[in-house]
């Protein structure tokens, strides 16, 4: 079946322009996570979803940040007003119900701010 | 607060040795633990986990046994292969207290098999 799927995979922007990232879960999924990979900060948590719960955003970085989930299945993560520092590699995951089930990664949307 | 620490790369190593990349974690609870992979231009995948103490998690040959007794989830290979050059990434997830179940990892380790 299909995997998790994320658009653009490349992104290329100015400094201070808004951008916009997309993630399509796996069907049934319920639970959404979004993560930032970059070279001097590793992989880190950013935000999750879990149904009509409200989303544990404890990793956002600052209020630049933010996630919405429409419908249960779509997520967009927005960066407004980007920074240098933002350039990273987004990965969205997903997986069944939590309770520990293994998360499924996209490929990512590798960000890069001029 | 959870944390995953897992030895620092590269790690260069001829076809056929042996492999161990050490994991050990800090977790409150009972975590489930993860070995994830990334292979040059792809995205992470799940090589194996194991959700209690004592399981042993395996997949295309790796192992790791998750050991409570000293907070440890090293991954082994008995024979590498040049496919298996990648970045391994250690992993822990935990629910415990209402936690969210999302992943820590560990930094990394670059695997570079010659042939």
């Known amino acids: 079946g299909a995997g998790v799927s994320q658009s653009p995979s490349n992104k290329v922007t100015e400094k201070g322009k808004d951008v916009e990232l997309r993630c399509d879960p796996i069907?049934?999924?319920?639970?959404l996570y979004w993560y930032r990979q970059s070279l001097g900060q590793g992989l880190e948590f950013l935000i999750y979803f879990q149904g009509n719960s409200a989303p544990d955003k404890s990793g956002l970085p600052s209020d630049r940040f933010s996630a919405e989930r429409t419908g249960g299945s779509v997520s967009t993560l927005t960066i407004q007003r980007t920074q240098q520092e933002d350039s990273a590699v987004y990965l969205c995951?997903?997986?069944?119900?939590?309770?520990?089930?293994?998360?499924?990664f996209g490929d990512g949307t590798r960000l890069s701010i001029l | 607060g959870n944390s995953v620490t897992q030895m620092e790369g590269p790690v260069t190593l001829s076809e056929e040795a042996f492999l161990t990349i050490n994991c050990t974690y800090t977790?409150?609870?009972?975590?489930?633990l993860f070995w994830y992979v990334q292979y040059p231009g792809e995205g992470l995948q799940l090589l194996l986990k194991a959700t209690k103490a004592d399981d042993k998690g395996s997949n295309k040959g790796f192992e790791a046994t998750y050991r409570k007794e000293t907070t440890s989830f090293h991954l082994e290979k008995g024979s590498v292969q040049v496919s298996d050059s990648a970045v391994y990434f250690c992993?822990?997830?935990?629910?415990?207290?209402?936690?969210?179940?999302?992943?820590?990892f560990g930094t990394g380790t670059l695997l570079a098999v010659q042939p």
């Open positions: 992993a822990l997830s935990s629910n415990y207290g209402g936690a969210t179940n999302k992943l820590i």
């Open positions: 995951a997903s997986s069944l119900v939590t309770d520990n089930q293994p998360q499924h």
């Open positions: 069907s049934g999924h319920t639970a």
């Open positions: 977790a409150t609870g009972y975590p489930s």
